[in-house]
């Protein structure tokens, strides 16, 4: 007992910091139209943190900033997204352009002129490689000189672009599957299952899933190579609970110890389990 009660601690240790995602922020933005800036990108990572989300570190990422760049250009879509933010420990992604441009003329007779700034932003899944939340916005504003108007239209765009897309993208994360009632709702969890050095470990977690009837709606056993066997579940409870129902209830034989929780990830190890005493002495 007191076995499972220190696994159903590890496992709540792991979650701990895993309520919200960990963001990666990229944000190619332009003032005046072409010089670079960072305004947006810094307002972005202080947003998420007074959301309680943590971020990758900027000074890594400004540290391989050319190399991000060139590979998400040369992909073009969101696995190149899914591949750098995997490499930099992120779950999502957060991807924006910006861009401000002052009008050429100036406002009646005054000093005065306008500037004009756009944004969009997406947020992508690193597990999976899919959009959950976009925003695209425009802002104006007005001053004297271009530094600071071209740096007010960037500020006021970001402001509205981030305020729409990181409740949506946070919402999203926690809920991926929308709303509905407990037995509605299915996750697609992707199990991965080490110590598999024997064939009958592999057929005994096979069965051990596949009887989870209250649990699961359905298993499909993806791949199983060098002592792995990646299996793809229907579920109809979160992934921690999942990893707590197997944990509690192993397949017979073997004990299940976890290694990664994540919302439609789980990976697991399985191990001998321990023989009774009383079997050890006979």
Do not use: H
């Not at 946070?170 to 024997?198: C, F, L, Y």
């Amino acid at each position: 007992m007191k076995k499972c009660v220190l696994a159903i601690a590890t496992i709540a240790t792991l979650l701990a910091g895993a309520a919200t995602p960990k963001v990666m922020v990229m944000v190619d933005e332009k003032a005046l139209g072409s010089v670079s800036t960072s305004e947006i990108e810094t307002m972005a990572v202080k947003k998420l943190a007074e959301k309680g989300v943590e971020t990758v570190d900027q000074s890594m990422v400004q540290a391989n900033l050319e190399r991000i760049q060139k590979a998400l250009r040369g992909a073009g879509d969101n696995r190149a997204a899914a591949v750098m933010g995997r490499e930099f420990g992120a779950d999502v992604m957060l991807i924006g352009e910006a861009v401000s441009k002052p009008n050429a003329a100036k406002i009646g007779d005054s000093n005065l002129r306008s500037y004009m700034a756009s944004a969009s932003f997406r947020a992508v899944r690193v597990d999976n490689a899919v959009n959950i939340a976009s925003s695209s916005e425009t802002a104006t504003a007005i001053a004297m000189d271009d530094i600071t108007g071209s740096s007010k239209a960037l500020k006021a765009v970001g402001a509205k672009a981030l305020d729409a897309i990181i409740p949506t993208l946070i919402s999203k994360w926690e809920n991926p599957e929308g709303k509905g009632t407990a037995q509605e709702k299915r996750t697609s969890i992707e199990i991965t299952v080490g110590g598999m050095d024997q064939i009958w470990k592999l057929k005994e977690t096979r069965v051990r899933l596949k009887g989870m009837k209250k649990e699961i709606e359905s298993v499909v056993q993806k791949s199983y190579a060098q002592g792995v066997a990646i299996f793809k579940v229907e579920s109809f409870i979160p992934a921690e609970e999942l990893a707590e129902a197997l944990v509690m209830n192993p397949p017979d034989e073997l004990k299940v110890q976890v290694v990664e929780i994540k919302p439609t990830i789980l990976n697991i190890r399985v191990v001998n389990a321990p023989k009774p005493k009383d079997e050890e002495e006979d």
